[in-house]
């Protein structure tokens, strides 16, 4: 009897840990809600320029390119925001801006940015044209890690912050400026999609044999690995070249580039990474899209070997669809997604439209 009430016990402790760790999400239904955009610029806020001493409206020009966590029961984007509407696209200065929501859709702002350009010695790398594109993920200990963008007019560069609030941000300076004595500091590097797990309600960072991995890149995609999150070390191939796990591909709607979204999940198909691709504007494009268009795909990996790819999606997820994601500062329309969470037993993908707004699709 004892025998089989441990038995019993045993069962049911695998069951429940079992289903705790399941990760089998269905993310082929997404739909986009009546409410979007869900955010807009305002040329209401107001913010004292660290770098100008002169009061700038942050976000009078645009907003867009989000990132999304959950924290305290609320959704919480980290948005780009543009400050001078006459300027031509990629000719502003980029700021990142905080917004929550209690449901996902509707939300309210922070008053001011929380990382922008500042007099610290990473403004070589940031200024003029700020801080963009972040990607956002939490460690198991309650740290948050932003991957995102700086702009300097020059050159961008895949840079690392951290906070314990999502306020207050220690800048950490370029993911790459200590790999290979340098090599990859000053090569154009971009959209970071660092690896996460499900443990419990929380999405967290993700080690695999012992490391952290990051997918990055806009045009092609390459694996970088790391031991603290803020110092990173990208693949190399047999020439000491930076190795593409995906590339673009004829004839589809990622013909042109393909570049990462959100952070990458763990699930029980393998490491998933909903990424952005860009139709071609020549011969090689996909037909059945505009030319120029950005639209959202899904790629699957490996989780015993990352750089090996188990799906990959031949048409879109996700396209411009709606008149303010066919219009903006992107004419050719847009849905770039940097933002994935779980919320309330559904998903949120954000995604920036047209440079211009912040879009929504949800999915269960």
Known sequence: MKRRIFYLLFLLLTIGCSNQSSTKWDFKSFYKPAENPVLKADSSFTFADPVKNVLVKWQKADVFNPAAIVKDNKICLLYRSEDNPAAILGGRTSRIGLAYSEDGIHFTKYPTPVLYPDSSKFMQYDWPGGCEDP?????????????????????????????????HWEKKGPAFAKAYNGKFLDIWSKSGSIITKKVGDRMVTARIKGKYGMYWGENFVNLAWSDNLTDWYPSLNENGELKAVISPRKNKFDSNLTECGPPAIITDEGIVLFYNGKNSEGEDSETKLPKGTYSVGKVVFD???????????????????????LSGQYKSGTTFSEGLVYFHEKWFLYYGTADSFVGVAISK
Do not use: F, G
């Open 303 to 325: 989780i015993n070997n990352p750089e090996k790819t188990v799906s990959r999606s031949d048409t879109c997820l996700l396209k411009p669809t709606l008149p303010h994601e």
């Open 135 to 167: 990607r956002i993920v939490q460690t198991e200990d309650s740290l948050y890690v932003l991957a995102y963008t700086s702009w300097n007019y020059k050159l961008a560069r895949l840079s690392i912050a951290v906070s314990k609030d999502l306020v």
